[in-house]
């Protein structure tokens, strides 16, 4: 957007952007094949269909004065998190790949003369390479990697590839960081080139040679007589330039989609590999929405982007065409009736149809619900001035948001082994929250998608290199009183760790390497993680006077506050709920309100949704039929909202002797869990899979405990103990507390609050949860 509010700029971004709303165009001199400039072409056929996607556009309306603005806004947060790169940074890249395009060119040439070919027929012998992904859509940023493909003659294998092609660029004196992964789901070569992160892989054609003129893979003959690894890594070009193709506004597209992939990974739902949605799985929903909207500005499609999918009826599928069935590849395409299992499928719009996002959990699948809600609130308040597109783009809390959780060590001694091993590893978490997710008693096992480098462990082991993911761990007790609270997590470990292992045992020196799985407390958390949290407000201290009290005219504020309160009118009804404890009991009113919209832009209603049943795939209910999704309403008396109490608690603990954890400095292992205040945990969603605030149940404390599993000592299933610990929960009394925008998955499982107990009468003490979890020594 201009500075003035006028019409949408033009180029976001191209192979040479700037950081402004100014675009600087230089001519580029590589092929079309690996060039950004051309996708703006790729809409200039004139048989283009004037209606795109499966359905017709919810609404057609021309953007308005404060769509504008809110867009010029929203470019400006984009620039201050430094997502666009400089006119040098893009020459740069483009440099990089035309000396790996000529690196290629080589290459393909000697293993032809290798293979018997005349010294003229092997120069004539080309292979190139293609781009996809980020870079190839035009929303790559500073350091982002650069996906590419190399395509070759059908005489060079992939064993070529990663035998005499590794051979050459490991020794490239601009290439480092050289990591080749054979065994992947699509094969691939990872690297470093000049400072740019570049993923390789490889794709075979049935051609003799590849034509210097060939600039795109969307011809699907190119499908043919081909091996399945091929047809995977020519997959994700065909996708990228068929998005492009079936988007109505290529720069209002590219402005979107760079704000979803930014809240997405602040917010810690950005992994294809860990069940989140990976770059293509984002541009697929929100080119969805771009044909939904063909015409409204990108701080529109924004908003429209958490709107519709807030009340999206998942396991319906996304669609931006119609699927292809049959043809070579048939078996192939997405069936929505053989792949009934997956949970959120977002499909690919390129023959064959694939879904994108097969890897999503239960577990994951709730996460990002909750944070399309979340979406949905804060950009109703942007376009009424009530937030920011910060506010939006906040960090998310992970790393409080659970009481217990498990982290996954990856130790190795050398650079080139630990690469290898992490990524092994991180490639079969899935299978490890599965695993969990499966377990009795369990209710959500989430990653974070970020590894760390540990080093504390690094402090006492500097001949190891040594990394850790994380995962939340959320449970589902029964708050009947005397129900079994026992969760044996020691199966779900035990599976995932002989899986490694079974990778491991194929290397040459498998006694390098080695993974620990350990329970950890919130309390517990390395100090190498407290970053990644969202920003605390800086605190106020108080001024002192020069006899050390606080200062006279803070006194006086303090008193003329505390007399307004006391004579200013209550206009709530509250209800106070108590819960029943040990020791005395404590309500905390908290006031809801329910927030306003104007819309300065299109809204769905009935009858537009009704537009998007008209095919199996893409079915959407208003929110006032999908209360499983759908914000509770308020109960009220009087015409005045009714407070929801809950309480905070004080834990004070009697400590029995078991095994010490390093971790702990010697002290008794012990896990407490503490109901979280409703300012930390209100939900707007209501399902099965979630703890509603008005469930009666009493606080509660947990004790956990279990021996370590090391993945080189650990041959067997056993049975872990358990040594229980005596807790009590005294409750204090605390302040009123203001809902706010949070994600549900930020419930305590031991958290339970009912608005129909009997305070006058006091509950039996429900039975201690003892909970077996791997833990560390």
């Known amino acids: 957007m201009n500075k003035n509010g006028g019409s949408p700029v033009v180029n976001i971004t191209t192979s040479s952007t700037t950081t402004t709303s100014t675009t600087t165009t230089t001519k580029s001199q590589l092929p079309s094949s690996l060039s950004v400039n051309n996708l703006h072409t790729l809409q200039g056929s004139t048989d283009q269909p004037t209606i795109l996607g499966v359905t017709e556009p919810i609404s057609t309306a021309p953007p308005s004065s404060i769509d504008y603005k809110l867009s010029t806004e929203l470019e400006n947060t984009l620039i201050s998190f430094n997502l666009f790169e400089s006119p040098e940074e893009s020459r740069k890249r483009e440099e990089i790949l035309g000396k790996l395009n000529q690196i290629v060119r080589e290459w393909a040439k000697q293993?032809?003369?290798?293979?018997?070919?005349?010294?003229?027929?092997?120069?004539?012998?080309?292979?190139?390479?293609?781009?996809?992904?980020?870079?190839?859509?035009?929303?790559?940023?500073?350091?982002?990697?650069?996906?590419?493909?190399?395509?070759?003659?059908?005489?060079?294998?992939?064993?070529?590839?990663?035998?005499d092609l590794s051979d050459i660029l490991k020794v490239h004196p601009e290439i480092t960081e050289f990591t080749t992964v054979k065994d992947a789901f699509v094969p691939v070569i990872k690297m470093v080139f000049s400072g740019i992160p570049i993923d390789l892989i490889y794709a075979k054609l049935a051609l003799t040679a590849i034509p210097e003129e060939l600039n795109d893979l969307i011809d699907e003959s190119f499908l043919k007589n081909i091996d399945e690894k091929s047809i995977l890594s020519l997959n994700g070009c065909r996708v990228t330039d068929q998005i492009l193709k079936l988007v109505p506004n290529i720069p209002n597209f590219r402005m979107a989609l760079r704000c979803i992939k930014l809240w997405a990974i602040r917010r810690g739902i950005y992994s294809n590999i860990l069940g989140f949605l990976g770059g293509v799985s984002w541009a697929l929903l929100t080119a969805r929405i771009c044909q939904l909207y063909p015409n409204s500005a990108p701080s529109t499609i924004i908003h429209r982007f958490f709107k519709v999918y807030e009340i999206w009826k998942w396991p319906a599928p996304i669609l931006l065409c119609h699927i292809q069935e049959g043809g070579i590849l048939g078996p192939k395409v997405w069936n929505p009736k053989r792949d009934k299992a997956h949970l959120m499928p977002i499909i690919t719009p390129a023959y064959p149809s694939m879904n994108s996002t097969y890897n999503v959990s239960k577990s994951t699948l709730q996460l990002m619900k909750s944070e399309f809600v979340r979406g949905a609130e804060i950009t109703r308040k942007i376009e009424t001035g009530e937030c920011t597109w910060k506010n939006l783009l906040e960090k998310c809390d992970f790393f409080t948001r659970y009481s217990f959780y498990i982290e996954i060590d990856c130790y190795s001694m050398n650079e080139e082994d630990h690469r290898k091993w992490e990524g092994w590893i991180e490639s079969k978490l899935r299978f490890l929250i599965s695993n969990l997710e499966s377990t009795p008693k369990m209710k959500f096992a989430v990653p974070y998608p970020k590894v760390f480098a540990n080093n504390l462990h690094k402090a006492n082991n500097p001949d190891q290199i040594c990394t850790s993911f994380f995962m939340g761990l959320s449970f589902n007790f029964s708050n009947t009183p005397g129900a079994d609270k026992s969760v044996?997590?020691?199966?779900?470990?035990?599976?995932?760790?002989?899986?490694?292992?079974?990778?491991?045992?194929?290397?040459?020196?498998?006694?390098?390497?080695?993974?620990?799985?350990?329970?950890?407390?919130?309390?517990?958390?390395?100090?190498?993680?407290?970053?990644?949290?969202?920003?605390?407000?800086?605190?106020?201290?108080?001024?002192?006077?020069?006899?050390?009290?606080?200062?006279?005219?803070?006194?006086?504020?303090?008193?003329?506050?505390?007399?307004?309160?006391?004579?200013?009118?209550?206009?709530?009804?509250?209800?106070?709920?108590?819960?029943?404890?040990?020791?005395?009991?404590?309500?905390?009113?908290?006031?809801?309100?329910?927030?306003?919209?104007?819309?300065?832009?299109?809204?769905?209603?009935?009858?537009?949704?009704?537009?998007?049943t008209t095919t199996l795939n893409d079915s959407i209910s208003t929110p006032t039929t999908n209360s499983a999704q759908s914000p509770p309403a308020q109960p009220t008396e009087n015409g005045s909202p009714i407070s929801i109490p809950t309480a905070t608690t004080t834990i004070t603990t009697t400590n029995n002797t078991i095994s010490p954890d390093p971790n702990t400095n010697g002290e008794s292992v012990t896990v407490v869990t503490t109901p979280p205040t409703l300012e930390s945990q209100p939900s707007t969603?209501?399902?099965?899979?979630?703890?509603?605030?008005?469930?009666?149940?009493?606080?509660?404390?947990?004790?956990?405990?279990?021996?370590?599993?090391?993945?080189?000592?650990?041959?067997?299933?056993?049975?872990?103990?358990?040594?229980?610990?005596?807790?009590?929960?005294?409750?204090?009394?605390?302040?009123?507390?203001?809902?706010?925008?949070?994600?549900?998955?930020?419930?305590?499982?031991?958290?339970?609050?009912?608005?129909s107990s009997e305070t006058s009468q006091s509950k039996p003490p429900p039975k201690k949860p003892t909970i077996s979890i791997i833990r560390g020594n």
């Open 488 to 612: 044996d997590l020691t199966k779900a470990v035990t599976e995932f760790t002989g899986t490694i292992k079974e990778w491991l045992r194929t290397q040459s020196n498998p006694d390098t390497m080695d993974i620990k799985v350990q329970y950890i407390k919130k309390k517990q958390l390395p100090a190498f993680v407290k970053d990644e949290g969202p920003e605390e407000p800086v605190k106020t201290t108080k001024k002192r006077s020069s006899t050390g009290e606080p200062s006279i005219t803070r006194k006086k504020l303090k008193s003329e506050n505390s007399d307004n309160k006391l004579n200013s009118p209550k206009s709530l009804v509250t209800t106070n709920n108590t819960i029943p404890t040990a020791s005395t009991t404590t309500t905390v009113p908290t006031t809801t309100s329910t927030p306003t919209s104007n819309l300065s832009s299109p809204t769905i209603n009935s009858t537009e949704l009704s537009t998007l």
């Open 685 to 755: 969603l209501k399902d099965s899979n979630e703890i509603s605030t008005n469930t009666p149940a009493p606080a509660e404390t947990t004790t956990i405990s279990s021996p370590s599993v090391n993945i080189n000592e650990l041959t067997s299933t056993s049975t872990l103990t358990t040594t229980e610990q005596q807790t009590s929960i005294v409750t204090s009394t605390t302040a009123p507390i203001n809902k706010t925008i949070v994600n549900t998955m930020e419930v305590n499982e031991l958290s339970f609050i009912s608005s």
């Open 111 to 163: 293993v032809s003369l290798k293979k018997g070919y005349p010294e003229q027929t092997a120069s004539e012998v080309v292979a190139k390479i293609f781009t996809f992904g980020s870079y190839r859509l035009g929303v790559h940023g500073p350091g982002s990697d650069i996906d590419t493909l190399c395509v070759g003659p059908k005489h060079i294998m992939r064993t070529d590839f990663f035998d």
